[in-house]
C-alpha cells in the first residue's frame, strides 16, 4: 500500500509541474480582437491580462466618443473571450476533458 501512495505522490507531482510550466506558457502567449474594421485591436495573454491596445486616429471622432468606448469594450472582451478559449483549449488536452473545478 505504501509504495502505490509513493507512486501516485510522484505522479501528482509531476502533473503539479507540468502545470505550471504550461501556466508560463500560457502567459507568454496572446490572442487579439479587433472591432471597427480593426479601429481598434485588443492583445491579451494567456493569463487573461490584456497587454496592448492599438487605436487607429480614424477612430478617435470627438464627436463620438460614445462610439469609439463601444469598440474598445467589444475589442477588448473580445481578446479576453479568446484568451479564455484558449487556455480551456490547452486544459482539456492537459487533463484529458476531466473537468477539476479551480484548476485555472
Sequence with gaps: MGMNMQ???KQVQKM???M???Q?????RTVE???G???VKAVANGKQELVAIEIKPEAVD???IEMLQDLI????NGALNQSREMVNNEMRRFTGNLNIPGLF
Excluded at 508560463?24 to 507568454?28: C, K
Excluded at 469594450?73 to 477588448?76: G, N, R, S, W
Design 24 to 28: 508560463e506558457e500560457l502567459g507568454g
Design 62 to 64: 470627438p464627436e463620438d
Design 7 to 9: 507512486k501516485m505522490m
Design 73 to 76: 469594450l467589444t475589442a477588448v
Design 33 to 35: 480582437s479587433t472591432a
Design 20 to 22: 505550471l510550466k504550461l
Design 16 to 18: 503539479q509541474a507540468e
Design 37 to 39: 474594421g480593426g479601429a
